[in-house]
C-alpha cells in the first residue's frame, strides 16, 4: 500500500502545504535554561546549517534524509517546533536568537563538569514519557456460587479484602517509555506469531508443582518483572507476577511490524492477594491479563498501549481462601465486570509532559506550541489477533496441541467426520488461569499418549456448566438435547465424557477417580478435594483407560 503522507507537512518536501497559521500569543517571558539546554541537542546541526545559510529557509527537510528513523524525525519535529515559535514552519532570524544566546552560554562551558551536566539533563528531559490510566470496576459478589447461600460459610473478615476492593490502587500513574523494553521481542529477526516469555514460567515441567497459598507480600520484582509488577500494583498493592499454579508466566509474539515499530501482543497470567497478615489469605486469580502494545523497536517511543482481564465468559476469576490454619482452601469464582489498563495517549519527551502539567508555567513548548504528531505508522506485516491469541494459548498449554472446538461445532464436527466426541465439562475454565481443571491439563490432557489418542480417534471440545445452561434455552433442539444428555452426567467440579455424534454418552468419569488419591472417606468433599489432593501418579493410565473404553462401547453403536 503507499505510504500515507505525514500528518504534518513538512517544508521543503512536495506535497500540499499546510497554510501559514496566525502568530501565535507573543510570549514575553523568558526562555528558560532549561530549555535552552534541551536545544542545544540540535545545536550542532542548526550551527552548520546557519553557517551555510540555511537560516530563515525550511531547515527540517534539510536535515530529514530519507532513511531517517522515527526517532530522529520526532526529534526533529520536536526541536523544530521549540524554535518555530510562531508556528509558521519557517524558523526566522528572530526565532533563532535563542541558540546563539546559547551559543554564549555553551561556550565557556565547554569541556567542563557543567557542559557534562547540560548534556545530561538534556538528555534526560528528551526520554519520553506516557500517562497509564486504570479502570476498575469491582467483582459482581452475587456470581459467586457463595452468594447462594448469603455467604454463610465465610465470615466477614475473610471477605472484607475482596468488598474493600472498589477502585483501584492508582488511577494514573508516569511511566518512562524505556521501561516497556521488556516488552521488545528477544531478537530482531522474530517472525509474526512466534512466541517468546517475557517472564518464563518456572514450572512448566515440573507436574503438579506448586508455589504455597501462604504468602502475603509478593517477592521483590526482578528484570522484566518490574514493569509487568508496576503495572498491575495500579489496581491493588500485592500483584504476584508468578502465580502458583502454571501456567506462569507471561507470553508475547508480534501481531505488525514497521521499518521502526512493533505490535506486540501478550498474555500475562498473574494474582493478586486481598488480605494481610492476621487475617487469612484471599487469593484472586483473573483469568488472564491480555492486550498490546505499539512501540518503537529501540523502545524510546510507545504509541498505544493497553491491557485488560477479558470478560466475554460468564465467569472470568478465580477465588480461593483460607479459613483455619490446618483447613484445606475454599474454592469459588465469580464475574468481574472490567479491569483494564490504557495509555491516555502516545509517550512524549518528558520535557513536554511537564510542561503539558505546567501549561502557565512557561510558554515555550507548551502542549500547544509543540504540535507532537506522530507520522501514520505503515505497517509491512500484520497477523490477526485471532491468530496470535492461538500461538500464547499454545505456548502455554501443551494441551493445546489437541484442537478444542465450542460445544456445538465439535458435534457438527463429529458427525461430518463420524468421530466420537472427548468432552471436558467444568464448573471454571478449562484454559484460564482460574484454578479448576489445572491439575487436568497439567497432568492428564498434555500428557502425549493421551494427546495422540485425542489427535487420532476423538473430536475434542470443554464447557463450562454455567455456558451448558444457557444452550438448554436455545431455539435448536439437537444442541438443546446434546446439553442436556451432558448434564445429566456432570457433577462438580470436573465431570469427563465420551459421546456418539449424536450425544449418547457411552462412558464418563469424574476427576475425583481419575486425578487425586482421596481417602474413601473424603469423598463426599468434592470442591475442596479437586483442587488441593495429592494427584495420583496413575492418572494418565487411568484417563487413557476411560477413553479407550469409550472407543469400545461405542463399537456396537457405529457398525454398519
Ligand atoms: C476494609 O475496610 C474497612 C473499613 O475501611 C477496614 O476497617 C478494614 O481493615 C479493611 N479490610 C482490609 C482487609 O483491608
Ligand atoms: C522443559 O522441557 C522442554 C522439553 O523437554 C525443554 O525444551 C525446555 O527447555 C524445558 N524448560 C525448562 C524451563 O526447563
Ligand atoms: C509546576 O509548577 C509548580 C509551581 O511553579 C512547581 O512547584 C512544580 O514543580 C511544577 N511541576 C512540574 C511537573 O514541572
Ligand atoms: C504419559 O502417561 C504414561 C502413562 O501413565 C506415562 O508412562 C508417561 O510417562 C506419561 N508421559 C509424560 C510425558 O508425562
Ligand atoms: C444415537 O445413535 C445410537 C445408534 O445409532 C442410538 O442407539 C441412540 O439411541 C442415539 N441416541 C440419541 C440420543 O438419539
Not at 567542563?112 to 539533563?121: D, F, G, T
Request: hydrophobic content about 40%.
Amino acid at each position: 500500500p503507499e505510504p500515507r503522507p505525514p500528518i504534518m507537512d513538512l517544508p521543503g518536501s512536495p506535497g500540499p502545504r499546510l497554510p501559514p497559521r496566525p502568530p501565535a500569543r507573543p510570549c514575553h517571558r523568558p526562555r528558560r535554561p532549561r530549555d535552552l539546554a534541551l536545544l542545544a541537542a540540535v545545536l550542532g546541526t542548526l550551527l552548520a546549517l546557519a553557517a551555510r545559510g540555511y537560516v530563515g529557509a525550511p531547515l527540517i527537510g534539510a536535515f530529514a534524509p530519507k532513511q531517517e528513523s522515527a526517532r530522529t524525525r520526532r526529534k526533529t519535529m520536536f526541536f523544530f517546533s521549540a524554535l518555530d515559535v510562531n508556528r509558521d514552519m519557517y524558523v526566522s532570524a528572530e526565532e533563532f536568537k535563542p541558540i546563539a544566546e546559547l551559543l554564549r552560554v555553551i561556550k565557556p562551558l565547554s569541556g567542563s563538569e557543567k557542559a557534562q551536566e547540560v548534556v545530561k539533563e538534556e538528555k534526560s528531559s528528551l526520554q519520553e514519557k506516557l500517562t497509564i490510566v486504570a479502570r476498575f470496576q469491582p467483582l459482581l459478589l452475587d456470581t459467586m456460587s457463595n452468594s447462594k447461600s448469603g455467604f454463610r460459610e465465610i465470615s466477614d473478615v475473610i471477605l472484607s479484602g475482596l468488598k474493600n476492593w472498589t477502585n483501584p490502587a492508582l488511577s494514573s500513574n508516569v511511566f518512562s517509555a524505556s521501561q516497556f523494553k521488556a516488552f521488545l521481542p528477544p531478537r530482531n529477526d522474530m517472525e509474526l506469531g512466534e512466541v517468546w516469555w517475557i517472564i518464563p514460567d518456572t514450572m512448566i515441567n515440573k507436574t503438579c508443582a506448586y508455589l504455597s497459598d501462604n504468602r502475603f507480600y509478593p517477592p521483590p520484582p526482578k528484570g522484566k518483572e518490574v514493569i509487568i509488577h508496576r503495572l498491575l500494583s495500579m489496581f491493588h498493592p500485592r500483584p504476584f507476577v508468578k502465580t502458583r499454579f502454571g501456567p506462569q508466566g507471561a507470553v508475547a509474539c508480534l501481531t505488525a511490524i514497521s521499518d521502526s515499530y512493533y505490535t506486540v501482543v501478550f498474555r500475562i497470567h498473574a494474582e493478586f492477594q486481598l488480605n494481610q497478615p492476621l487475617h487469612y489469605s484471599f487469593w484472586f486469580c483473573p483469568s488472564q491479563f491480555t492486550g498490546h502494545i505499539i512501540l518503537s523497536k529501540d523502545s524510546s517511543h510507545v504509541q498505544d498501549f493497553k491491557l485488560f482481564v477479558p470478560n466475554e465468559r460468564s465467569l472470568n476469576v478465580g477465588l480461593q481462601w483460607l479459613h483455619g490454619p490446618l483447613k484445606n482452601p475454599n474454592v469459588d469464582h465469580g464475574y468481574l465486570p472490567q479491569m483494564e489498563l490504557e495509555a491516555s495517549g502516545p509517550s512524549m519527551p518528558s520535557s513536554i509532559q511537564d510542561k503539558k502539567i505546567n501549561e502557565t508555567d512557561s510558554c515555550l513548548p507548551s502542549e500547544e506550541a509543540v504540535q507532537f504528531k506522530m507520522e501514520d505508522i505503515v505497517w509491512q506485516q500484520e497477523l490477526s489477533m485471532e491468530e496470535a491469541a492461538q500461538q500464547l494459548e499454545r505456548a502455554m498449554y501443551d494441551f493445546k496441541k489437541v484442537q478444542y472446538l465450542p460445544f456445538t461445532k465439535a458435534f457438527d464436527r463429529a458427525r461430518a467426520e463420524k468421530k466420537l466426541v472427548h468432552s471436558v465439562i467444568l464448573w471454571g475454565a478449562l484454559d484460564d488461569q482460574s484454578c479448576t481443571g489445572h491439575t487436568l491439563r497439567n497432568i492428564v490432557l498434555k500428557n502425549s499418549s493421551i494427546l495422540t489418542l485425542l489427535n487420532e480417534k476423538f473430536i475434542s471440545t470443554w464447557s463450562l456448566f454455567g455456558d451448558l445452561q444457557e444452550i438448554l434455552n436455545e431455539e435448536n433442539e439437537f444442541y438443546k438435547k446434546l446439553a442436556q444428555l451432558h448434564l445429566e452426567k456432570y457433577e462438580f467440579p470436573v465431570e469427563s465424557l465420551v459421546c456418539l455424534p449424536n450425544g449418547t454418552v457411552v462412558n464418563n468419569i469424574h476427576a475425583n477417580k481419575f486425578l487425586f488419591k482421596i481417602p474413601e472417606r473424603h469423598h463426599e468433599k468434592k470442591k475442596v478435594l479437586a483442587f488441593y489432593s495429592p494427584i495420583s501418579l496413575k492418572s494418565p493410565d487411568i484417563y487413557e483407560e476411560f477413553l479407550r473404553e469409550g472407543l469400545l462401547r461405542a463399537q456396537v453403536f457405529l457398525q454398519p
